[in-house]
Antibody
Framework: EVQLVQSGAEMRKPGESLKISCKGS????????IGWVRQMPGKGLEWMGI????????KYSPSFQGQVTFSVDKSISTAYLQWSSLKASDTAMYYC???????????????WGQGTLVTVSS | DIVMTQSPDSLAVSLGERATINCKSS????????????LAWYQQKPGQPPKLLIY???ARESGVPDRFSGSESGTDFTLTISNLQAEDVAVYHC?????????FGQGTKLEIK
């Protein structure tokens, strides 16, 4: 069974750093893109970017480029999303999701993590 | 960036009736090499992550009831929910995954009338 399990809720102060994780299981982790999606309280979904665990190739949304960093550790099938200096406006739910394939073609995010709630407040 | 615009923002439909949600892309999301629109629909219930319902604009994900269907006409896409059930109350999102950034629509909230 394919699963993406994310790390637990985090509370930080503005200016602090943070790294959250997303552990995949039940499939070949290195062979599927992993995406990150932000959902601010009461708002819609925002695509942050994707990373390919096989070679760590990453594509960022212009809205998030330079604000966050994606990374992976293939040896433990885990993807990471990190901030070096959080802002109050980073308060949101963050989801990881797998970019699925069908007949060799991409078909959207077919499996999602449960989400990690990040709260940034002084 | 490709802009995805959903309509309406919210709608209320009676149980057993049909719900129709629209999504328009600002440019084509059709891959000419395979003639597939790279457009997905997701359902998000309160407190849950999104769930993939439809991909390639009209292909139903495994396990999704056949009450859910997707259609396309150029850059206009439609999610139709027939015979609305109480468990269909959710926010529905469209997303293009044709080119990065893989943008989402703003979401449509579906309620029971």
């Amino acid at each position: 069974e394919v699963q993406l399990v994310q790390s637990g809720a985090e509370m930080r102060k503005p200016g602090e750093s943070l790294k959250i994780s997303c552990k995949g299981s039940g499939y070949s982790f290195a062979s599927s893109w992993i995406g990150w999606v932000r959902q601010m309280p009461g708002k819609g979904l925002e695509w942050m970017g994707i990373i390919y665990p096989g070679d760590s190739d990453a594509k960022y949304s212009p809205s998030f480029q330079g604000q966050v960093t994606f990374s992976v550790d293939k040896s433990i099938s885990t993807a990471y999303l990190q901030w070096s200096s959080l802002k109050a406006s980073d308060t949101a739910m963050y989801y990881c999701a797998r970019l699925g394939r069908g007949s060799g073609l991409h078909r959207g995010f077919d499996y999602w993590g449960q989400g990690t709630l990040v709260t940034v407040s002084s | 960036d490709i802009v995805m615009t959903q309509s309406p923002d919210s709608l209320a439909v009676s149980l057993g009736e049909r719900a129709t949600i629209n999504c328009k892309s600002s440019q084509s999301v059709l891959y000419s090499s395979n003639n597939k629109n790279y457009l997905a629909w997701y359902q998000q219930k309160p407190g849950q992550p999104p769930k993939l319902l439809i991909y390639w604009a009209s292909a139903r994900e495994s396990g999704v009831p056949d009450r859910f269907s997707g259609s396309e006409s150029g850059t206009d896409f439609t999610l139709t929910i027939s015979n609305l059930q109480a468990e269909d109350v959710a926010v529905y999102h469209c997303q293009q995954y044709y080119t990065t950034p893989y943008t989402f629509g703003q979401g449509t909230k579906l309620e029971i009338k």
